[in-house]
């Protein structure tokens, strides 16, 4: 069975892989409508993916919430809920952090909203420019036209530039098509580190230490929660992509995380929240980070360290992760140029 498992595991993560170099336009078998609308004068087939099944709300706090994903990866059967929504529910009305990879997605955590509250949505924070955390934007502004989405300005830059058309392809290929009629809904209001919002019963502050991540990492305090979002800046339970972040940029935006909130419980956008997610997740990166600065140091190339560093009991311990085995030699090497950089 574990093994069986594995080999789910490893065929769903390298479709994702493929997906990132081929380029290739999948079947359309997991279209589910297909109806007429009229634009700038001419007739259009919408093409609408299937509807994203209800997924529970999990509860933080009495207003902190979010919805788990789906698995760490977009395949056809999770329809690319690859990425947690979170949801807080103020007296002011309802903020996400992380609107998920589709319409479709986006759609569902309305309906799973309306269940909870009466009061509209009144704000977004995207917490950078991966898809699976800002595709389902379209949704909430079908649903409230004016509602203010906020990133950091090279996240929207970004969105705009070529992120935006490379998710889109991305998720379209692998899930056989399920996000089908997302648009790209870039945010729309800068967010910057220390901004405060008053939603009447808590405050939400931002926070953006340099590159962790990505460059435009946001996260997000619910302060007298004690609740942090922490977007991709940590994961539980597969490790997380650093091909466009730093090692020692992610130590220092949890130092100064650590030291600048009050946070018992971390909720990741991929895997359960908890008072361990950033403590962990720093264990893994510094198990991988220390031990190619060592073996660098003794003069080894990246891939003649891959087996050393994964010995090591730091980074051993999480060989179970989603996406350890078929990234490990990848992040190893991105540490090695990152410490080959810092040396000079
Ligand atoms: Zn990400």
């Known amino acids: 069975m574990q093994q069986s498992a594995q080999d789910l595991r490893a065929m769903e993560r390298r479709r994702f892989l493929e997906g990132l170099v081929k380029g290739s336009v999948a079947g359309m078998a997991g279209l589910a409508a297909m109806r007429p609308l009229t634009a700038f004068g001419q007739e259009m087939m919408e093409i609408r993916g299937p509807r994203m099944p209800d997924r529970p709300l999990r509860r933080i706090t009495e207003r902190c919430y979010y919805i788990l994903a789906d698995g760490p990866f977009p395949t056809a059967g999770n329809q690319g809920f690859m990425g947690n929504v979170g949801i807080v529910f103020t007296r002011k ?178 895997g359960a929240f908890g008072p361990d997610v950033m403590k962990r997740n720093r264990e893994l990166f510094e198990g991988i980070y220390e031990s190619v600065k060592k073996y660098y140091d003794q003069g080894l190339m990246d891939y003649e360290m891959k087996d050393k560093v994964i010995a090591d009991p730091r980074v051993a311990k999480y060989r179970q992760w989603y996406g350890f085995e078929s990234t490990i030699g990848r992040y190893i090497s991105i540490a090695y140029l990152e410490v080959e950089k810092n040396i000079w």
């Open 93 to 270: 009305g309802v903020v996400i952090i992380d609107s998920g990879a589709s319409v479709q997605i986006g759609e569902m955590v309305l309906r799973k909203i309306e269940e909870h509250t009466d009061k509209p949505v009144v704000a977004i924070i995207n917490t950078h420019y991966h898809g699976d955390h800002w595709m389902g934007n379209h949704a909430f502004v079908n649903a409230y036209p004016d509602v203010p989405i906020y990133a950091h300005p090279e996240c929207t830059q970004a969105i705009k530039g070529t992120q935006g058309e490379f998710w889109k392809g991305l998720l379209n290929r692998s899930t056989d098509n399920a996000i089908a009629g997302t648009i790209i809904t870039p945010p729309n209001e800068d967010a910057e580190h220390g901004q405060e919002f008053d939603f009447g019963d808590c405050t939400l502050r931002l926070h953006h230490y340099g590159t962790a991540h990505t460059p435009t990492d946001i996260t997000v305090e619910v302060v007298e929660d004690h609740v942090t979002y922490i977007g991709d800046v940590a994961m539980a339970n597969r490790i997380a992509n650093m091909d466009d972040g730093s090692y020692l940029g992610t130590f220092e935006t949890m130092d100064k995380l650590e030291a600048n909130t009050d946070t018992i419980s971390w909720v990741p956008g991929h």
